[in-house]
């Protein structure tokens, strides 16, 4: 948006699937990880999950086992999976503010 005649230049074939990569990437290890030291849990009494979406509360309210280190785990790779694109999209609105307001004219502005 600040630069739009380089836009072509910038997004590429490449640069999207690398971009598309990354957001499968972020998304997919924290969690599997999660997954894996859930699945790891001991269980005992009833298995049924009364909900439609067998979410992470649900699951961790029938575990048997300690799970204030899944708990802990996966607040902070939440935050560390939330917090660079929330930066990163803080910084974009920034730039283009930036970009608007260095136009001179009320019309360009528009």
Not at 16 to 39: E, H, V, Y
Not at 56 to 82: G, M, N, R, Y
């Amino acid at each position: 948006i600040c630069q739009p005649l380089h836009y072509g230049n910038l997004m590429n074939d490449k640069f999207s699937i690398q971009l598309a990569a990354g957001s499968w990437i972020s998304a997919f290890l924290p969690i599997s990880i999660i997954i894996i030291l859930m699945s790891s849990l001991l269980y005992c009494g009833s298995n049924e999950i009364n909900h439609f979406f067998c979410d992470f509360p649900s699951v961790i309210k029938l575990a048997h086992s300690d799970t204030q280190l899944i708990q802990v785990l996966a607040v902070i790779l939440s935050s560390v999976d939330i917090f660079p694109p929330f930066i990163l999209t803080l910084t974009s609105y920034f730039y283009i503010i930036a970009t608007i307001l260095r136009i001179p004219s009320t019309t360009g502005k528009k």
